[in-house]
């Protein structure tokens, strides 16, 4: 295996994850249903990217996470290509320092109408910290 390998997430990562997730500021995961992990040699969750669907059947990626220690080294890409993978057409609400990312990965900025109230943006409207972080909605359409 290389520095990272992609699996389902287990319900023995969950406190690891909530953990990740409340260092960026995010509530805790409901649990590890659509939670695909990143994880080192020793089998310890590095990163994790939850997919949720909207009425329409429509991925979002709600969220992705790296640890910081792990930034860097592709781990946030290979979440997205995996997640691609499994679901095809991608939406997320991106912080606004990660637009850039998102771009480079082919994601393209599209308008609040777009978005699913109860699958993303939902979160944006009751944020206390939506000011400073710039939210952004973004797609990734296969063709």
Request: aromatic share 8%; hydrophobic share 40%.
């Amino acid at each position: 295996m290389g520095l990272f390998s992609i699996r389902d997430a287990r319900l023995s990562d969950m406190e690891l994850i909530d953990s990740y997730a409340h260092a960026e500021g995010m509530d805790c995961i409901p649990g590890p249903n659509r939670v695909r992990v990143a994880v080192n040699d020793d089998d310890v969750v590095v990163g994790f990217c939850r997919l949720q669907d909207d009425a329409n059947g429509i991925a979002y990626v709600n969220p992705i996470v790296t640890y910081a220690a792990w930034r860097g080294y592709g781990v946030g890409r290979a979440l997205i290509e995996d997640a691609r993978e499994i679901a095809g057409e991608l939406r997320l609400i991106a912080r606004g320092t990660s637009v850039g990312f998102y771009r480079r990965l082919g994601f393209v900025e599209m308008d609040w109408s777009e978005t699913d109230q109860a699958a993303a943006s939902e979160d944006c409207d009751n944020c206390p910290y939506r000011a400073a972080c710039g939210p952004v909605p973004m797609k990734l359409v296969l063709e």
